[in-house]
């Protein structure tokens, strides 16, 4: 059967109708609580970091240990050149002293030594010691060697020149002579038959030799 068509004014009221129809729907919908959103969790915070451990220096690490000053440099720093190169022990023969050092150091050759063992074998302390390598130093006679000897650091002193010393010909007759100037060696006063370098030459075998 056909479907009885509806006037306009029956059309409107049913469209009314379905939309007030929905509207109430929506009020329905409105008004019911919407379910909260669970709060999401916040992300762990990570652990502090551990404390990385000091490593553990090996024999080789501990056997390099950096250069300090030694006490040689520390005089230096707080001398000036003048008060080096002029250095002076009280009641010391400074010529003497010094031929003294290019003796024993001779006897090392290039191995050199210690600054320490040769200051106790002179009989110094290590202040007057240490003045002393740096005024040879100055003069050219010694060099030093900066070195690590039993975890500290230190020098070896090597004989670089053996200073000039007169103390072998002191007193020869030579010297005096009063008819040096007529001396020759194929003349009548000749150093070949001199009685005065005989006599100086016996006198110098006859005196003790010092202990070193």
């Given at each position: 059967m056909?479907?009885?068509?509806?006037?306009?004014?029956?059309?409107?009221?049913?469209?009314?109708a379905e939309i007030d129809a929905l509207k109430e729907k929506a009020k329905i919908l409105d008004a019911?609580?919407?379910?909260?959103?669970?709060?999401?969790?916040?992300?762990?915070?990570?652990k502090a970091e551990k404390p990385t451990k000091a490593?553990?220096?090996?024999?080789?690490?501990?056997?390099?240990?950096?250069?300090?000053?030694?006490?040689?440099?520390?005089?230096?720093?707080q001398l000036t050149d003048s008060e080096i190169e002029n250095f002076q022990i009280e009641k010391v023969d400074m010529e003497k002293?010094?031929?003294k050092v290019c003796d024993i150091l001779a006897e090392k050759e290039s191995d050199g030594m210690f600054q320490s063992e040769l200051w106790k074998k002179l009989k110094l302390t290590s202040r007057d010691g240490s003045r002393l390598a740096l005024k040879l130093e100055r003069m050219g006679t010694i060099n030093r060697e900066k070195i690590l000897?039993?975890?500290?650091?230190?020098?070896?002193?090597?004989?670089?020149?053996?200073?000039?010393s007169t103390q072998s010909i002191e007193n020869?007759?030579?010297?005096?002579?009063?008819?040096?100037?007529?001396?020759?060696?194929?003349?009548?006063i000749s150093p070949r038959n001199c009685q005065l370098i005989e006599?100086?030459?016996?006198?110098?075998?006859?005196?003790?030799?010092?202990?070193?």
């Open positions: 056909a479907k009885k068509k509806l006037n306009p004014q029956e059309e409107a009221k049913k469209i009314q019911k609580p919407t379910k909260a959103k669970k709060p999401t969790k916040a992300k762990k915070t990570t490593k553990k220096t090996t024999k080789k690490e501990e056997e390099v240990k950096p250069e300090e000053k030694t006490l040689e440099e520390e005089l230096e720093e002293l010094t031929a000897e039993k975890g500290r650091w230190t020098y070896k002193l090597i004989l670089k020149k053996t200073p000039i020869a007759p030579c010297l005096i002579c009063p008819v040096e100037q007529k001396c020759s060696l194929d003349g009548e006599d100086w030459v016996i006198a110098e075998t006859k005196k003790p030799k010092k202990a070193k």
